[in-house]
Structures are given as structure tokens and as C-alpha cells.
């Protein structure tokens, strides 16, 4: 088919856990890198999120 060279690559939009690496560039990684980050982050929040519901929940039934 022609025109196929020029369209893009389309890079996934999240990273899979224990993918191949390889093909990757290292902008590619950086950017992963930082959606990790980000992600890691979000965890935590939720994470401290339900942990003060729980300690809330706790005080309150003692």
C-alpha cells in the first residue's frame, strides 16, 4: 500500500509489567519512567486514603 511509511508508530499507552524492553528508546523509557512515577504516586494516595477510613473507623468503634 503506499503512504504506509508515513504514518506513525503507535506507541502503547501504558506500560505492561515485564514487557520487552528492547525496542525501546530512551525517550520511550524515560516516558514510561515517568507514568510509573505518577502511578506509584496515585497508589500511595489511595492507599493513605483507605488507611485513614480505617483508622477513622477504628477510633470510632472502640
Known amino acids: 500500500m503506499f503512504g504506509d511509511e508515513d504514518k506513525p508508530i503507535k506507541k ?3 506500560h505492561e509489567i515485564g ?3 528492547g ?3 530512551v ?3 524515560a516516558e514510561r519512567i515517568d507514568l510509573l512515577r505518577a502511578e506509584i504516586l ?5 492507599k ?6 480505617r ?7 472502640r
Do not use: Q, V, W, Y
Request: hydrophobic share 40%.
Open 12 to 14: 502503547p499507552a501504558a
Open 19 to 21: 514487557g520487552d524492553l
Open 23 to 25: 525496542s525501546l528508546s
Open 27 to 29: 525517550e520511550d523509557l
Open 42 to 46: 496515585r497508589l500511595e494516595a489511595e
Open 48 to 53: 493513605e486514603r483507605k488507611s485513614a477510613g
Open 55 to 61: 483508622r477513622a473507623a477504628d477510633s470510632f468503634f
